[in-house]
């Protein structure tokens, strides 16, 4: 079951050089027979399973400001994703796990393999709650344009620890710089620039 909703405006100055675009919205997905994918005992590989129903929910709000030498832009979107019923799957690689899945009563189930315990309510891992994004590109000649952007996650929990036994991986904030030259219409060469800080992973 999937609803959404939200609102978008667009305002313009009376010459026409600057313009506001906005958005806000509200969205609630619930997926019945959700699948994950699980982490294998084999390190970088997995397969597929079944988790039962899920939950996503959230707002996202977003504004882009435009004028004759420059552009700005953020958003700001908040996502609850958790899981909506109980499920037991396996997990090798979770230092936290100690429960046997032959105790738990997982067919074929090897004597000395782990598996963990899902609830409701148990967050699903690889998703932020908040994440914001700002940025400007700026031209300081007809041909010469400069811009940052900033990108911000709050923490998430690590894949393989779908049941939040583990101390979530810390949010990150990362800045990156660029500059560029352009070449002919739609081409640009660029250079660019990255700084990070907080104790998370990111891409």
């Known amino acids: 079951m999937i609803w959404e909703t939200g609102l978008r405006g667009h305002m313009a100055s009376l010459r026409g050089t600057e313009t506001l675009d906005w958005s ?39 504004a882009t400001y435009r004028a004759q030498r420059w552009m700005a832009y953020a ?50 891992p690889g998703i932020p709650r908040h994440r914001f994004k700002a940025g400007f590109d700026y031209k300081l000649t007809p041909k010469w344009l400069f ?24 949010g990150y904030t990362k800045v990156n710089l660029q500059g560029g030259e352009a070449l002919a219409q739609g081409v640009r060469s660029v250079a660019a620039a990255r700084a990070a800080c907080g104790q998370g992973a990111y891409p």
């Open 24 to 62: 806000a919205g509200l969205f609630r997905t619930f997926n019945s027979d959700d699948i994950i994918q699980i982490a294998d005992s084999q390190q970088g590989r997995g397969y597929f399973a079944n988790a039962g129903d899920t939950l996503r929910q959230g707002l996202e709000l977003g």
């Open 75 to 124: 958003s700001y979107s908040y996502v609850d994703a958790t899981f909506q019923s109980t499920n037991v799957i396996r997990a090798e690689n979770n230092p936290q796990v100690a429960t046997s899945c032959n105790s738990l009563g997982i067919p074929g189930a090897d004597s000395d393999a782990n598996c963990l315990v899902i609830r409701p309510g148990d967050r699903m």
């Open 147 to 170: 811009g940052a952007d900033l990108i911000s996650a709050s923490d998430q929990f690590f894949y393989g620890d779908e049941a939040n036994l583990d101390k979530p991986l810390p």
